[in-house]
T-cell receptor, first 108, second 116 residues
């Protein structure tokens, strides 16, 4: 079992719709959870971090964490073509571990 | 967030040569930096944790003598790929924690290494 699992996609969402990305993790001792966006050929850029169960909103993004289910998600409202990228979930217990990423395409 | 730079952004070298990649934290002093490698369409894999003034901590399976890390100052860490071979071709990315945010990592722009 991979430590951090994401659906590799690709996930296609129409412009203006909500994009929902999911991530599960295996280490119950994980305390910090991150979502990064990575455009092709570029390095990851931080979108959000979340530490506590529940929802955290920042602009068009909402991160959701459920530690009991070992599940973290990222919702993007009013998706734009510029949101098309690979989204990396990262989870930290002793060290930061990345999922393989979900490729998201927003269709105009 | 933190500002992290890397140099060079792209390097092409012949097999057998050594390549040095620099990672700088521009707006704060970083006692710890991280080096990752990413192969095409794969996720980031932590290679080593670079500690200012002490030896780096390497992840299992990463050759210490192959990937030399030096963190001589609070703003600069270097990764040297020694005797590079085509299988070392990859995207190398460094990161650092932001000031006061010890869990959050901010990434440099990355270095694309191609070994011929």
């Amino acid at each position: 079992q991979k430590e951090v699992e994401q659906n590799s996609g690709p996930l296609s969402v129409p412009e203006g719709a909500i994009a929902s990305l999911n991530c599960t993790y295996s280490d119950r001792g994980s305390q910090s959870f991150f979502w990064y966006r990575q455009y092709s050929g570029k390095s990851p850029e931080l979108i959000m971090f979340i530490y506590s169960n529940g929802d955290k909103e920042d602009g068009r993004f909402t991160a959701q964490l459920n530690k009991a289910s070992q599940y973290v998600s990222l919702l993007t409202r009013d998706s734009q073509p510029s949101d098309s990228a690979t989204y990396l979930c990262a989870v930290k217990a002793q060290k930061l571990v990345f999922g393989q990423g979900t490729r998201l395409t927003i269709n105009p | 967030g933190a500002v992290v730079s890397q140099h060079p952004s792209r390097v092409i070298c012949k097999s057998g040569t050594s390549v040095k990649i620099e990672c700088r934290s521009l707006d704060f002093q970083a006692t710890t930096m991280f080096w990752y490698r990413q192969f095409p369409k794969k996720s980031l894999m932590l290679m080593a944790t670079s500690n200012e003034g002490s030896k780096a901590t390497y992840e299992q399976g990463v050759e210490k003598d192959k990937f030399l890390i030096n963190h001589a100052s609070l703003t600069l860490s270097t990764l040297t790929v020694t005797s590079a071979h085509p299988e070392d071709s990859s995207f190398y990315i460094c990161s650092s924690h932001g000031r006061g945010l010890t869990d959050t990592q901010y990434f440099g722009p990355g270095t694309r290494l191609t070994v011929l």
